[in-house]
């Protein structure tokens, strides 16, 4: 069978499979949101970190006027790709409001101050917007400080696959690397990766990224580095049984015969016959990196506010799950749910198309 054929039977029994079809619609969908996630998001300012206090905590459908004043210095639009990575600046302040009237070249309101209570103002309309009041609906409600928890939730989508994709590349990277050479040359060599492989084992995973996180500090960039150096193991075990397997083989034998040098052997000839397994891994890997950067979160040593993450997301609002607004922190967890089963999900389509006995 040519590997065309090869291919093409491959993706066809992947994409037979529901779970798999689902996964890769969800996670590219996911991609796709996380591209262009500032101007997905109903709050487009940067990190959707718009806070109006006012309406903090507010249940889902919550619906709002908002008077729209400008600011006292002047906002420069950015260009459409600085907007793409980091959002716009918001051009004016936002003031909640539950009724208003145009009286001659002013506007008289009722600011929102809580439920049932409002304060009375009044603004020349030359320091407001050609559309003075614009409604909002806020769909999943907002966080304790005013802020739209869709757009959070949208921005945060960035630091899940962000976190996924770059700590896979660095356990694939140190993974296969250290199980290559340990599979291929085996004596010492596979003795002391080994040793290596056993003791960071060992270490229980959560233990060690804390460490890792601590010497390296609190932010994004470090919680990559720490998620990547904890995820290698699975992966250089796995890449060492398969070169154990295929270094045997007739065809291995011959590139030796023919003079190869081991880099030439091992990068051209058995790693190329080994990505399969090592796909599935990385599909697992990304879904427990995902995991692993909410907790972290969580606990106060992953990503650091105003910056959205689904982890920090459910710290900052997981008591009102027993109060009046569950959904705070059910929103985020519910999207961290679908992104790993998505995940494993495709996986597991993975291991099956490749499955010879299918």
């Not at 150096?229 to 250089?236: D, I, K, P, R």
């Not at 051209?268 to 990304?286: D, E, Q, R």
Request: glycine share 8%; hydrophobic share 50%.
């Amino acid at each position: 069978m040519s590997v065309q054929n090869k291919d093409r039977r491959f993706f066809n029994k992947l994409i037979r499979n529901k779970g798999a079809f689902f996964g890769m619609i969800l996670i590219a969908c996911s991609m796709l949101l996380a591209l262009f996630a500032y101007f997905a998001a109903p709050d487009g300012s940067p990190n959707a970190n718009r806070m109006i206090p006012e309406i903090g905590s507010k249940k889902p459908g919550f619906t709002i006027g908002l008077l729209q004043v400008y600011k006292t210095r002047t906002i420069q639009a950015p260009g459409w790709f600085t907007r793409l990575i980091e959002g716009q600046e918001d051009h004016y302040d936002y003031i909640p409001i539950s009724a208003y009237r145009i009286n001659g070249d002013s506007i008289y309101f009722q600011k929102f101050i809580d439920d049932g209570v409002t304060e009375a103002g009044v603004l020349p309309l030359r320091a407001l917007s050609v559309t003075p009041v614009r409604q909002v609906t806020y769909t999943i409600g907002t966080d304790k400080f005013g802020r739209d928890i869709a757009s959070r939730l949208i921005i945060g989508v960035r630091v899940s696959l962000s976190v996924g994709l770059i700590a896979v590349l660095i356990s694939l990277t140190i993974g296969i690397f250290l199980g290559s050479l340990a599979g291929y040359f085996r004596g010492w060599v596979d003795d002391v990766i080994m040793w290596l492989i056993n003791v960071i084992w060992s270490i229980p995973t959560l233990l060690l990224v804390f460490a890792i996180t601590l010497a390296l500090g609190k932010g994004f960039w470090q919680v990559f580095i720490a998620v990547g150096l904890t995820m290698w193991v699975n992966v250089a075990r796995l890449v060492r049984g398969q070169v154990l397997a295929v270094r045997e083989l007739e065809y291995i034998e011959a590139t030796r015969a023919l003079g190869y040098s081991h880099l030439r052997t091992i990068v051209k000839h058995i790693l190329p016959n080994i990505l399969g397994p090592v796909m599935v891994i990385a599909a697992s890997n990304f879904a427990s990196a995902i995991v692993i950067e909410a907790g972290l979160s969580f606990l106060g040593v992953g990503v650091q506010p105003p910056q959205p993450s689904w982890g920090l997301m459910i710290k900052e609002n997981y008591n009102f799950i027993i109060t009046h607004n569950p959904m705070l922190a059910l929103a985020p967890g519910i999207a961290i749910m679908l992104l790993v089963l998505a995940f494993n999900l495709l996986g597991n389509g993975l291991r099956d198309a490749m499955s010879v006995r299918n």
